[in-house]
C-alpha cells in the first residue's frame, strides 16, 4: 500500500472538550490526557510502566496477550516526546522507526496510529516504506523522512546500505519492533538483529522497545533490544513489562454427524457445521495450514454458500492488491468470513472478528494461541476458537492444543546461533554503505544476540567469502565483491555491486515464483502479449510439472493451465468443478515437539480417551486389543504383511519432515540388510516402509536388529552417503547462496529463472563438494538442513529418546493405529468429492483388514 507523507493538524472546531481527570493530567501531556478521557479510556498500568522507562531511556520489552494495547503502549513515548516543543530544538529528522514482520502489518499499524494522532491534534508526520512503496517515494525519504516510519526488516537493511544512512539515522529516538517473537527465531530475526546493532552504532542513545505475544523465556527477546558486547549484564540494561491476566480463550472442537476421516487434512467433511458457524457471527478468520487447503476451503464455502454471504481469500501468492482489498473489506464490516493462512497470524484490527475457525490441527500451541487471539481482540474479552480436526490423529492434536491453551503453553523456540548466509549478506551490505575495517566491525556484529557468540575465524571466512568467494572460487572476477583500501579497510569493487545487493537484499527466498495471468481459453500462452489480469504467483516447480489443460484451484478457481513463458503463467476459466491435479501445497508446519508430548501422553493413558470422540475412543480402544499403544517415553514399531508385501510402522511423532529423512535412512539400511526395501511414507504422527523380505522373521532370527536399525550412528556415514546423492542439500544449499549474495536472481531490468539460478548453484554445489568441502556456503547450508527441509536435529534428539526404549509388536496384519499412514500410500491423485469417496473406500479395506468382522 501507498500511503501519501501527510501533516496532521488540529482540527477547527471541537464542539465539546472534556476535562482529563487530574492523575491522567499529572501522568499525561494535556492533548493525550483529553484524548484518553473523550474515549472514556484511562491508561492501562503497562502503558504508563513504558512512559516511565522512557523517561529513563530504559530498553524495553512489552510482554502481553492480544487486545492490551501494546502498539499504543509501544507509541506513547514518541507522541508525547514529539508533540512537544522538547522534539522542535532536536530537528525534524526521523525520530521513531517501527519494525513489523509483515506489510500488511505496517499499513494497518499506519491506519490505525494515524487516526490517533489527527484526534490529538498532533503535528507528526508518518509514513510506511515496504516492497510496495514507488521507488520515487522510497527516494525521497532518505532525503526528506517522516517523523514516524513504519516498515520491515527488508527495508531497514535496505536503507542502511546507503552511503547516507549515517545522516539519516543521526536523530533516531526510538526503535519499536513490533510481534518480536515472531522475527526473533528466523533469518529475518538475524538481518534484524545485525541491522539494530549497526543502528546503535549510528545512533548511540537509541531506545529500544520490544512488543511481543506472550512467550516461555522473555529473555530470549530482552537481548534483541541492547548490546551483546557484555551479555553477562546485557539484561541489567533492559526493562521487562509483563501484562498479566486477560479472559482465557474459549475453545471447542467441532463435533459433526459425519465420521471423522482416517486421512486427509482439508476437513471437507465439516464444511457445512464451518459453514453455519460462519452464518452465526459477525466475522469469522478459517485459518488453515498451507495454500492448497485455503484454496480447497474457500471453494468448499462458496459451494454450499446459499445465503451469498460476503467470503474473502487471503494467503501469500495472490496479488498484492487483491490481499490489501480483502483487509479493506474486513476492517470495513464487508465480510463475514474470510479463509487465510499465516499471512493474516498478526494484525491490530482486522474488522470486529468475533470467531476464529481452526481447519486441521495448528502443529504449535504457541501458533494457535496467535490465532485465537485475533477473535474479540480485546484483553478484558475471551477469544472464541473452534479447531476441525483433518482426520484421527488430528484429533489429538487438537486436543492437545486445546490443553495447551487452557494452561497458557507456549513452545515457540526462539533462541538460535546467527545463519552464516545472513551475516555474509550484512557484511556485504555494510561495504556499501562504507568501507569498513573488520576488527570493528567484527564487534558491532557480536553485539547483535544471534551473533554474540561467533569467533573471530568464522568472522574473517565470512569477509573472506565476500570478498573473493572462498578458496576454490576467487580466480573468478564476478564472485569478488571486496577489495582492500591499503589502509587495513575493505570496499566494494565496484558500484554495480552495491546496486546488485540493494536488489536483492533480504532472506525470504521463496520457491521460485510465476505470474498467473488470466486469459481466454482461445488465446493461450502461445498469442499472449501483454498476459491478462493477474491473479497472483505460483511455486515455479508446481508449473513446470502442470501438463497443457490440466486444471487446479488457484485464487478461488478451477483454473485450466494453457501453458507458461519466461516468468509467467497463462490459464483460463475451466469448466470442470473439480481440478484434475491438486494445487501447490505452499509450506506445512511440523508438529511443534510441545504438542508430540501431549499427544503421546494422550495415547499413553486410557483415562484420558472418554473424552475424545466415540469414533476415535473406539480406535485406539481397538489398537490396544490387537496391538498396544507406547509408553510416553517409548517408540512403537510394528510389522505385519499385507497384499504380498511386508510392513515396518515406526510412530515416533516427531513431524512429517523428520519422518520423511528418518525414512530416507532406515531405507538405505534396510537395503544392506538384504530387506530389499520398496518405498515408504510419512505424514506427522508415523512412517510406514515396506518390503520384498519379511522384516518379523528378519528380527526373530536376529538377522535385522531394530536397536542398529534406529541407531543414532545413522546421522553420520548414512546421512552423508545420502544427502551426496540427493537434491535436497542441493536445494537447501541453493537458498543459502542465494541469501548471501553468491547468486544473484535479480538484474536490473530482469529476474532469473528458477531454473537458471538452479544450473548455476547446481554447479557451484558439486565443485565446493569437491575442492572446497569446508566452504562457508556448505556448513550454512548443513546448519539450515539441521532444522529445515530435514529437520536433522529433531531426529537426532528422537534417536537419542529411544535408545533401548524400542517396542517391537509382530503382528499376523494391518494394526488399527496403521491406518491412516497406510492410507497414505499410492493416494490418487484426484480432488474432490471423489478423492474423498476413494479414501473412505481405502479405509475400510484397512480397517476391515485390521479387525476382522468384529
Not at 544471534?450 to 567469502?465: H, I, K, M, T
Request: net charge positive; hydrophobic share 45%; aromatic share 6%.
Amino acid at each position: 500500500m501507498l500511503v501519501s507523507s501527510m501533516t496532521l493538524t488540529t482540527p477547527k472546531k471541537i464542539k465539546r472538550k472534556p476535562r482529563p481527570p487530574a492523575h491522567l493530567s499529572k501522568t499525561l501531556p494535556p492533548v493525550i490526557a483529553a484524548w484518553f478521557a473523550r474515549r472514556g479510556w484511562k491508561p492501562r498500568a503497562h502503558q504508563l510502566a513504558l512512559l516511565e522507562a522512557a523517561k529513563h531511556r530504559r530498553s524495553t520489552l512489552l510482554i502481553a496477550p492480544t487486545g492490551a494495547g501494546k502498539t499504543l503502549a509501544g507509541f506513547l513515548p514518541s507522541l508525547i516526546a514529539l508533540g512537544t516543543e522538547k522534539r522542535k530544538k532536536a530537528g525534524a529528522g526521523l525520530f521513531t522507526l517501527y519494525v513489523s514482520p509483515l506489510k500488511a502489518l505496517a499499513n494497518d499499524v499506519a491506519r490505525n496510529l494515524i487516526a490517533p494522532i489527527e484526534e490529538m491534534g498532533l503535528n507528526i508526520r508518518t509514513e510506511t516504506r515496504t516492497g510496495d512503496t514507488s521507488v520515487a517515494r522510497r527516494q525521497r525519504q532518505r532525503v526528506k523522512p517522516p517523523q514516524i516510519l513504519l516498515t520491515t526488516p527488508e527495508q531497514v537493511a535496505l536503507l542502511l546500505s546507503h552511503p547516507d544512512a549515517p545522516h539519516l539515522f543521526a536523530d533516531l529516538d526510538t526503535i519499536i519492533l513490533d510481534e518480536l517473537h515472531a522475527l526473533a527465531p528466523s533469518k529475518r530475526g538475524d538481518l534484524l538483529a545485525l541491522d539494530l546493532a549497526r543502528l546503535r552504532t549510528l545512533a548511540p542513545n537509541v531506545m529500544t522497545v520490544g512488543l511481543s505475544a506472550t512467550v516461555a523465556r522473555p529473555s530470549e527477546l530482552r537481548g534483541y533490544l541492547v548490546s551483546q558486547t557484555h551479555p553477562e549484564t546485557a539484561t541489567l540494561l533492559s526493562d521487562l513489562v509483563t501484562v498479566e491476566g486477560g479472559a482465557k480463550p474459549d475453545i471447542s472442537i467441532l463435533e459433526v454427524e459425519d465420521e471423522i476421516p482416517w486421512s486427509g487434512h482439508t476437513a471437507r467433511y465439516a464444511m457445512h457445521e464451518v459453514y453455519n458457524a460462519i452464518r452465526a457471527h459477525k466475522l469469522t478468520l478459517v485459518f488453515v495450514n498451507a495454500r492448497l487447503q485455503a484454496e480447497v476451503a474457500f471453494q468448499e464455502l462458496w459451494r454450499i454458500n446459499e445465503d451469498n454471504l460476503p467470503i474473502g481469500l487471503h494467503h501469500g501468492s495472490l496479488d498484492a492488491l487483491q490481499r490489501r482489498k480483502v483487509e479493506s473489506a474486513m476492517a470495513a464490516g464487508k465480510l463475514r468470513a474470510v479463509v487465510a493462512t499465516s499471512t493474516l497470524d498478526l494484525g491490530i484490527d482486522w474488522g470486529d472478528v468475533d470467531l476464529v475457525i481452526h481447519l486441521g490441527a495448528p502443529k504449535g500451541a504457541s501458533r494457535f494461541l496467535q490465532r485465537i487471539g485475533r477473535a474479540n481482540h480485546r484483553m478484558d474479552e475471551p477469544s472464541r476458537g473452534i479447531l476441525v480436526p483433518g482426520n484421527r490423529f488430528e484429533v489429538l492434536e487438537c486436543r492437545a492444543a486445546q490443553q495447551a491453551a487452557e494452561v497458557g503453553a507456549q513452545d515457540a523456540v526462539l533462541s538460535r546461533s546467527g545463519a552464516l548466509d545472513v551475516l555474509a549478506q550484512h557484511i556485504l551490505g555494510m561495504a556499501c554503505q562504507a568501507q569498513f575495517d573488520p576488527a570493528t566491525l567484527f564487534s558491532e556484529i557480536r553485539s547483535a544476540l544471534p551473533y554474540a557468540g561467533l569467533s573471530r575465524n568464522q568472522f574473517d571466512r565470512a569477509v573472506e567469502f565476500v570478498s573473493t568467494g572462498g578458496y576454490a572460487l576467487k580466480n573468478y572476477d564476478r564472485f569478488a565483491k571486496l577489495k582492500p583500501t591499503g589502509d587495513g579497510k575493505l570496499r566494494v569493487a565496484n558500484p554495480r555491486i552495491a546496486q546488485q545487493y540493494r536488489l536483492n537484499v533480504g532472506t525470504i527466498v521463496d520457491s521460485p515464483m510465476l505470474k498467473v495471468h488470466l486469459v481466454s481459453a482461445r488465446r493461450g500462452a502461445g498469442r499472449a502479449r501483454q498476459g491478462g489480469r493477474v491473479l497472483g504467483e505460483v511455486d515455479e516447480y508446481f508449473a513446470e510439472q502442470l501438463p497443457p489443460g490440466a486444471t487446479f484451484v488457484f485464487a478461488g478457481e478451477v483454473l485450466r493451465f494453457e501453458g507458461m513463458r519466461d516468468t509467467e503463467v497463462f490459464v483460463s476459466r475451466a469448466s470442470a468443478q473439480d481440478p484434475m491435479v491438486p494445487s501447490y501445497g505452499g509450506n506445512k508446519f511440523p508438529l511443534s515437539t510441545h504438542l508430540a508430548a501431549r499427544v503421546r501422553a494422550m495415547l499413553a493413558n486410557p483415562r484420558d480417551w472418554p473424552s475424545l470422540p466415540p469414533a476415535v475412543a473406539h480406535w485406539l480402544t481397538l489398537q490396544s486389543e490387537r496391538s498396544v499403544l507406547p509408553a510416553t517415553d517409548e517408540v512403537l514399531i510394528e510389522t505385519f504383511p499385507r497384499a504380498g508385501r511386508h510392513f515396518l510402522v515406526a510412530y515416533p511423532f516427531e513431524g512429517r519432515l523428520a519422518h520423511q529423512t528418518l525414512g530416507m535412512l532406515l531405507t538405505r539400511r534396510l537395503h544392506r540388510a538384504d530387506a530389499q526395501p520398496l518405498g515408504f511414507v510419512a505424514n506427522d504422527y508415523a512412517l510406514a516402509l515396506w518390503t520384498v523380505g519379511d522384516m518379523s522373521d528378519m528380527i526373530a532370527q536376529g538377522r535385522l536388529s531394530l536397536s542398529s536399525l534406529f541407531d543414532e550412528d545413522m546421522l553420520g556415514d548414512d546421512l552423508d552417503a545420502w544427502l551426496a546423492e540427493s537434491n535436497l542439500m542441493k536445494r537447501t544449499f541453493r537458498l543459502a547462496a542465494v541469501i548471501a549474495g553468491l547468486i544473484e536472481r535479480r538484474h536490473p531490468g530482469k529476474v532469473k529463472s528458477g531454473r537458471q539460478v538452479t544450473m548455476s548453484t547446481d554447479l557451484i554445489y558439486d565443485v565446493l563438494r569437491r575442492h572446497d568441502p569446508n566452504h562457508l556456503l556448505l556448513e550454512a547450508a548443513w546448519a539450515d538442513a539441521a532444522t529445515g527441509l530435514l529437520d536433522i536435529r529433531r531426529l537426532g534428539d528422537f534417536l537419542a529418546r529411544v535408545k533401548n526404549r524400542i517396542r517391537h509388536q509382530s503382528l499376523p496384519r494391518v494394526s488399527p493405529l496403521s491406518v491412516p499412514v497406510l492410507l497414505e500410500i499410492g493416494r490418487e491423485v484426484v480432488a474432490g468429492h471423489a478423492h474423498d469417496s476413494l479414501l473412505r473406500e481405502a479405509a475400510e479395506v484397512l480397517i476391515h483388514d485390521a479387525i476382522g468382522d468384529c
